[in-house]
């Protein structure tokens, strides 16, 4: 059977020393990828429902997480200025524009 249309769950398959493959855990998807070649890939976080690009730090544990939802310095880091746009409300489209700017 053929792989699914979707973005991918991956979860490493083997010990982390020797683990040689990833794979997809959706229960109808048959994906599997070289350890070698996992990274840079899009993937989909089990946390928090997000789909993020692998990086290194991502592939040592063993169903990668995205960056929001590490519990590491740069995870806290990347949760806090995402909260803090949040009550920024910075995600409109409106331009933000310097106190006495005039054209």
């Known amino acids: 059977m053929a792989s699914l249309e979707h973005t991918h769950f991956y979860e490493r398959v083997g ?11 959706h229960p ?11 990274e840079g890939k899009r993937s989909m976080c089990e946390c928090g429902k997000r789909t993020f690009i692998i990086d ?16 590491t310095k740069e995870g806290r880091a990347a949760q806090s200025i995402s909260n803090l746009l949040d009550v920024m ?5 409106t331009p933000i524009e310097p106190e006495g700017f005039t054209e």
């Not at 010990?15 to 855990?25: E, G, I, S, V, Y």
């Open 15 to 25: 010990p982390r020393k020797t683990a040689k493959l990833w794979r997809c855990k």
């Open 28 to 38: 109808d998807c048959t994906h599997t990828l070289r350890a070698d070649l996992i």
């Open 56 to 71: 290194a730090a991502a592939m040592q544990r063993r169903r990668p997480k995205c960056l929001m939802c590490r519990d």
């Open 89 to 93: 409300d910075l995600d409109k489209e």
